[in-house]
């Protein structure tokens, strides 16, 4: 029975997913089309369609997971904790310097080994 109902919905998934992909070939076919028109209109037509199309998306399946999905990371995103600005600052003199120290041994190793095999070469 629970294999019918999940074959069901996974048809009608379908149909979705093609119906969210007219509306955006509508979208874009309809901007190229009234290219002469104003902008404000068409963006305003766009943004119709963009969110016609995002609310079948969302009765889908994966849509529905999707939506999930965010919710949780929104909820994550709280948890974490934000460095104060001088731990900010601070984290990236450090960065800084390691870089300027690095990209130093770098330079200074290539042109020894250039010297090296300018010296071999002749």
Do not use: C, H
């Not at 509306?23 to 290219?35: E, P, R």
């Amino acid at each position: 029975m629970e294999s019918r109902a999940v074959q069901s919905s996974s048809r009608f998934d379908l149909v979705k997913w093609l119906v969210v992909f007219v509306l955006i070939a509508a979208g874009v076919v309809g901007n190229q089309y009234f290219s002469s028109e104003s902008v404000l209109y068409r963006v305003l037509a766009l943004v119709a369609l963009g969110l016609v199309a995002a609310f079948v998306a969302l009765q889908t399946d994966k849509g529905r997971r999707f939506a999930t999905l965010l919710k949780e990371a929104r909820v994550e995103i709280r948890k974490v904790v934000w460095p104060t600005r001088p731990e900010l600052v601070q984290t990236t003199v450090i960065v800084v310097v390691f870089v300027l120290v690095v990209s130093l041994i770098l330079w200074g190793m290539d042109s020894l080994i250039s010297w090296l095999v300018a010296g071999f070469i002749g």
